[in-house]
Each structure stands twice: as structure tokens, then as C-alpha cells.
């Protein structure tokens, strides 16, 4: 099968096509032709040497993808060869075929073509379980997300204004912010000038965000924290802005708050098993009545992998960057 490699550590031209031998599925998976795959912001450290894959995992770059099913391993009920659908992956979507833990495989929603379902894995997991099943987003709360042009903040802000929440967003360009403003955001904060706390106390009237969904890490911690609504929830899910920053635990216990820090790839199997089953229920619905859609930017041939990442590394794309095969 065809499949991106790297053969060191570095950047987007370390990327190259290579012929790998095709996996086979093991008791409790299920063999995928992926017909789309996307591009994270973690294939691009993983690229860069400094986000490997868990251990039994492929080494190959792909958190994500969508295809048929073309074999079922042992154990494994509920699916049928030749079923369309998306996946959500440890490592191995960059690449022709990919065996999948079963319970990581969902249907493809009603109304999505296939190569578009490849956008929705990974962000819809990431929203769903951080945002609802961890911090416990009410209808009515305030909802504060960074990066709201982006793959997961698109998501955010669809699934967090459906859902009944007030929605604030961060972005960094006029177009990006008329972006979250389509997509279901009362007010649009950009960041390059304007201080989203001053913003989103003003816009709540002095409450702050009953929940913040932030990508930057150590650069926003204080500032996060500050913005914070009483019993408010930080869950941090990217460090793009560095790793490490100093706490106010006494701003945070005055507040009643919580700061939590999650990743989806190193879970268990189970535990990514009870995310997409939660997704399939509460999420998919949505998506296919339209009222929460994948938002792509562009889709490329996996063979252009290298430029792929560097439109991601741009950072001027909004949504999702996917790959063909």
C-alpha cells in the first residue's frame, strides 16, 4: 500500500511516499481503504520528532480518516465489508489501508460524502468528550473557545450554540472572525488587539466564561484562569503556546475553579471506544439535520503531503486540511 513516511525528524520535506505492506486486522479491529485522511496540528510534531505514536501503534502520521471497511478481525460484530465509514486513529492514516480498534469506527452521517467525513474524527471527539462530557456544558452558560477559525474551534462553536450555550471566540483575522460568527458565535475577540478577558467580561456582564476550550497552553494560563466565571472549567488541550506557566492557585480556589489538561490519542482503547459512542449519539444526529457541518479548507492528494503541512503550518487556513487518496 501507499503510504507517507519519514525517514528523520524535520520539516514538511522529510515527507515521502513509500510502498508498505498492508496491515492486517487484528482480534477486535477492523481493516479500513481510506478513501481521506486530515492533517492535525500533532502530525506536525510527530513529524518533527516530538510527538511519538503510543506504543503498539502505527508509526506512520494520520489521527484520522474515512473509507470502506475491507476486512473485520476476530470478534468483531456490527460492521459489513464495504461499509462506508470514519474513523478515529492512533497513528496510520496517511496511507492506503489501516487497522482500526472496532470501537474507534463510526458511521459515516447521513448527508456527508466520504472523503468530507475524514474532517470529522478527531474534532468531533476532542469537542465532544472535552467540552460536554468532562466540562459539562450547559445550555445557557458562557462558552469561551481559542482558535475558533480552526478544525476544533469550528466544531466548538457549531456544537457549543446548537446546543443552547453563549459562544465567544478568538481569531486573528477579519475574515476568520466573520468565520465564527456564521458558525454560531454571539461576539468574535481578535486576539492580535483586543484582550479577550476585558471582552468576555463585558460581554457577560461581569460573569467571565463558565468554560474555556484553549490550544495555546502556558501563554494564555493566567489570563484564562482570570477570565474564568465562578466554578468555571479551563480545559486545555494544546500547548502552542508553551508548557510551562505560573498558577494563581489563589485566583482559582477564590473561583471555585478547575483547570484540566486532556489528550485523546494516548486514552485507552476503551475509553476512545466510549467517546465515539457518545459522539454517534449526541453529535452525528446534528450533522445530519445540518445544523453542525465539517468545515474543510482544502483537500489535497496525499502525494502533496509536504505542502499539506506546510498550509497548516501557516496557520491561515480555517477548518479542516484533508488528503485524498
Same mark, same amino acid.
Given at each position: 500500500?501507499?503510504?507517507?513516511? &519519514? ?26 481503504? &481510506? ?24 508509526? *506512520? ?35 492506503? @489501508? ?16 466520504? *472523503? ?6 478527531? $474534532?468531533?471527539?476532542? =469537542?465532544?468528550?472535552? /467540552? ?64 479577550? =478577558? ?24 493566567? @489570563? ?10 479551563? !480545559? *486545555? ?21 478547575? /483547570? ?6 494516548? @486514552?485507552? &482503547? ?8 457518545? =459522539?454517534?449519539?449526541? $453529535?452525528?444526529?446534528? *450533522?445530519?439535520?445540518?445544523? /453542525?457541518?465539517?468545515? /474543510? ?23 479542516? !486540511?484533508?488528503?485524498?487518496?
Amino acid at each position: 500500500m501507499r503510504a507517507v513516511t &519519514v525517514a528523520e525528524p524535520g520539516g514538511p520535506e522529510v515527507l515521502t511516499i513509500s510502498e508498505l505492506p498492508d496491515p492486517e486486522p487484528g482480534p477486535g479491529e477492523v481493516l479500513i481503504d &481510506v478513501a481521506a485522511t486530515a492533517v492535525n496540528r500533532a502530525d506536525l510534531l510527530q513529524r518533527q520528532g516530538f510527538y511519538p505514536p503510543p506504543p503498539g501503534a502505527s508509526d *506512520v502520521i494520520g489521527l484520522e480518516c474515512s473509507g470502506t471497511i475491507a476486512g473485520i478481525g476476530e470478534g468483531v460484530t456490527g460492521w459489513d465489508v464495504g461499509a462506508p465509514v470514519c474513523a478515529l486513529l492512533a497513528g496510520g492514516g496517511y496511507a492506503g @489501508r489501516v487497522a482500526v480498534p472496532a470501537g474507534q469506527v463510526m458511521p459515516v452521517p447521513d448527508g456527508v460524502d466520504l *472523503v468530507t467525513a475524514a474532517a470529522l474524527p478527531e $474534532v468531533a471527539c476532542t =469537542v465532544w468528550s472535552n /467540552v460536554f462530557m468532562i466540562a459539562g456544558l450547559q445550555p445557557g452558560d458562557a462558552f469561551l473557545v481559542h482558535g475558533g477559525a480552526g478544525g476544533i474551534g469550528t466544531m466548538a462553536i457549531q456544537l457549543a450554540s446548537t446546543l443552547g450555550a453563549r459562544v465567544l471566540a478568538t481569531a486573528g483575522s477579519a475574515e476568520k472572525l466573520e468565520l465564527c460568527r456564521s458558525l454560531g458565535a454571539e461576539v468574535a475577540i481578535n486576539y492580535r488587539d483586543e484582550d479577550f =478577558v476585558d471582552v468576555v467580561r463585558r460581554h457577560t456582564d461581569g460573569h467571565g466564561a463558565d468554560v474555556v476550550l484553549d490550544n495555546m497552553g502556558a501563554k494564555y494560563l493566567a @489570563r484564562n484562569v482570570s477570565v474564568l466565571a465562578d466554578e468555571g472549567r479551563l !480545559v *486545555v488541550i494544546g500547548l502552542q503556546g508553551g508548557v510551562k506557566a505560573e498558577l494563581d492557585l489563589g485566583q482559582l480556589l477564590s473561583k471555585r475553579g478547575a /483547570v484540566i489538561a486532556t489528550a485523546l490519542r494516548s @486514552r485507552p &482503547v476503551d475509553g476512545k471506544a466510549a467517546i465515539c459512542a457518545s =459522539v454517534v449519539e449526541h $453529535v452525528w444526529p446534528l *450533522v445530519a439535520d445540518g445544523k /453542525v457541518k465539517p468545515i /474543510v479548507h482544502q483537500a489535497l492528494p496525499l502525494d502533496q503531503a509536504a505542502d499539506a503541512h506546510r498550509l497548516v503550518e501557516a496557520g491561515g487556513h480555517s477548518g479542516k !486540511v484533508l488528503m485524498t487518496l
